[in-house]
């Protein structure tokens, strides 16, 4: 995976241009921030400073991107993002970015498993959206949370082969992409799958010929101990697997390695730092 380019990172006064907020405490920014649009990647994030009271920036993934604009989507955790959802439209933030390496795709994989669970959502948004116009992808998203999600739910009109039929709530904004989807959670919400999004993916990969199984690659972002489970699924079927890992961070461009992770190189073990190395790792190489 090619390391991505610093020329491509650039601090901008992003003016938010709407908000919408969700129950959980989540909320969905949009940011005019032009030159980190043109240059974001699936996988990619941002540094955006919440107030001019904190000096420390919070690391948020982009979840769409549009002509000059950025969708980040968070959950209130500490003060900073307390201090940020308080941001109203007309309000302007500093926006570092894009940061860090993308996801990459492989032609002879072109049936795509998406997984994402709480805040790990947007970047598997973000793949959707620029796999969905090529018609060589066949993209299939499992989403999933523990609070309420930060969409109204959608009964789905795109059945999936190998999901019963009462596992139907949808993502709205993938049903319009004609992406089909399913959600997942242990909170009973109505036609959510009573599980985790490995749960219902292992379903999925198990209701697969051989042949199809073979040509599917996986892409997560979510919490940690999902993301080990999704790579030792991966292993189990022997596919493709990248992960975004989520990870606290203080500079976000690989000067500080406050956020490094272990992992297995050519050369052995080795600390790569989450920011600039990563956030998309290859799953088997994560030491977990």
């Known amino acids: 995976m090619a390391r991505k380019n610093r020329n491509s990172l650039f601090v901008e006064n ?20 032009p030159k980190c649009a043109a240059a974001a990647r699936a996988g990619s ?9 904190l000096a420390m920036r919070r690391p948020l993934s982009i979840m769409r991107v549009g002509d000059d604009w950025i969708d980040v ?12 959802a308080q941001k109203q439209i007309g309000d302007v933030v500093s926006v570092l970015g894009p940061i860090g390496t993308a996801f990459s795709t492989n032609p002879d994989r072109p049936n795509i498993l998406l997984l994402g669970g709480g805040v790990g959502i947007p970047p598997m948004v973000f793949l959707a959206d620029t796999l969905r116009k090529d018609p060589a992808w066949n993209i299939f998203a499992i989403l999933g949370s ?5 969409f109204e739910l959608q009964n789905s009109s795109l059945p999936v082969a190998g999901i019963a ?29 009573d599980g985790y999004v490995t749960e219902l993916a292992k379903h999925w990969l198990a209701s697969l010929e051989q042949s199809e199984r073979n040509k599917v690659a ?26 975004s890992l989520e990870e606290f961070m203080a500079c976000a461009v690989g000067g500080c390695a406050g956020c490094t992770v272990l992992v297995e190189t050519p050369d052995g073990q080795a600390m790569q730092r989450v920011c600039v190395d990563g956030p998309v790792f290859d799953a088997a190489s994560i030491v977990w």
């Not at 994030?45 to 009271?53: M, Q, R, T």
């Not at 989507?73 to 940020?84: A, D, P, Q, T």
């Not at 523990?146 to 930060?150: A, H, K, L, S, Y």
């Open 73 to 84: 989507l968070y959950k209130i955790h500490g003060e900073g993002l307390r201090l940020l």
């Open 45 to 53: 994030f941002v540094h955006i400073s919440c107030d001019e009271s």
């Open 218 to 243: 996986i892409y997560a972002c979510g919490p940690t101990p999902m993301l080990k489970a999704v790579a030792d699924l991966a292993a189990r079927y022997d596919l493709a697997c990248q992960v």
């Open 146 to 150: 523990e609070i309420p999600f930060p």
């Open 165 to 193: 039929t009462d596992i139907s709530s949808a993502m709205p904004l993938l049903e319009d992409w004609k992406i089909p989807s399913r959600l997942t959670s242990l909170q009973g919400y109505a036609g959510c799958f």
């Open 14 to 33: 992003g003016e938010i241009i709407s908000v919408a907020c969700y129950p959980g405490e989540q909320f969905i920014q949009r940011i005019r921030a």
